[in-house]
């Protein structure tokens, strides 16, 4: 195993012991961002999605309600069984799945959309983009989004300001890392296309505000892979200097969200099949 797979797998297991967490710190996902995931995969009530790495469900929900039949493939036992268990989803043609993605067998099964958010950065590359082409009909769609804090060029000074933070911890960035901003984070296009498997249709960039106070904030940074894989004496000095410096700022973080939406290729299949 290379170290990229190796850091994967051990970083990627680590949600699952924050699963309540989870569903009550991380954002939802804005109705703008789904409604565009709807139109350009063309996907209408009825339709069969494949969500990859459901988490709790934040993603689930706001399709569910829009009349998909959503399979959910989720590796984490805990958060697979939160997101079963979670009451918003009941009443709605959504079936969670323990397992990963890599490992799941579709049975068959042909799906109109293929979908990851905030999780395909989980999958290994090489399995997951000829899993996904599998799955889809002809002329189907893989759809997959990220969330990241970006910061305004005239924004709250809040991530610059904590940064002392890890550095004194040696958790710190390395030296010249660039600031995530707003409309200019990188998508995954080289990737994607790289595969030989689908080719990018739309790639748009939402970004919203989100204001958490000390505490929920706190709670956000123990979903975070990093943070909780973190050395417990560490993590504790962390939170020790963080509480601190919350005692004087106003936060503001902004979570951008980067859907990247591909199709089959240009027969409207994924090529070899």
Request: proline share 7%.
């Amino acid at each position: 195993m290379n170290p990229a797979d190796a850091s994967r797998g051990r970083l990627g297991t680590t949600f699952d012991g924050a699963s309540d967490l989870y569903q009550r710190a991380r954002p939802e996902y804005p109705e703008a961002l789904i409604d565009h995931l709807v139109e350009v995969a063309h996907v209408k009530s009825g339709s069969r999605l494949l969500e990859v790495g459901c988490a709790t469900g934040k993603a689930t929900l706001p399709l569910a309600r829009r009349g998909f039949h959503i399979t959910c493939i989720e590796p984490g036992p805990a958060l697979a069984a939160a997101a079963a268990a979670r009451r918003n989803l009941a009443g709605f043609d959504a079936e969670v799945v323990q397992a990963r993605f890599e490992d799941w067998d579709p049975a068959g099964q042909l799906y109109d959309l293929v979908f990851a958010a905030t999780a395909w950065h989980w999958v290994n590359p090489t399995v997951g983009y000829h899993k996904a082409a599998e799955a889809l009909v002809p002329e189907g769609h893989l759809a997959i989004w990220g969330a990241t804090h970006v910061i305004p060029y005239e924004g709250d000074t809040f991530f610059v300001d904590i940064q002392p933070v890890y550095d004194e911890i040696g958790e710190g960035l390395p030296p010249g890392t660039p600031l995530p901003r707003p409309g200019e984070l990188k998508d995954q296009r080289d990737e994607i296309e790289a595969s030989g498997l689908f080719e990018v249709l739309d790639v748009t960039q939402c970004d919203w505000e989100t204001v958490y106070d000390t505490g929920g904030y706190l709670d956000l940074l123990n979903t975070f892979s990093g943070h909780i894989a973190m050395e417990e004496r560490r993590s504790g000095a962390a939170w020790g200097l963080l509480v601190r410096i919350f005692g004087v700022l106003i936060l503001r973080p902004l979570p951008a969200l980067r859907p990247a939406v591909g199709r089959g290729s240009e027969t409207g299949k994924p090529r070899g099949r």
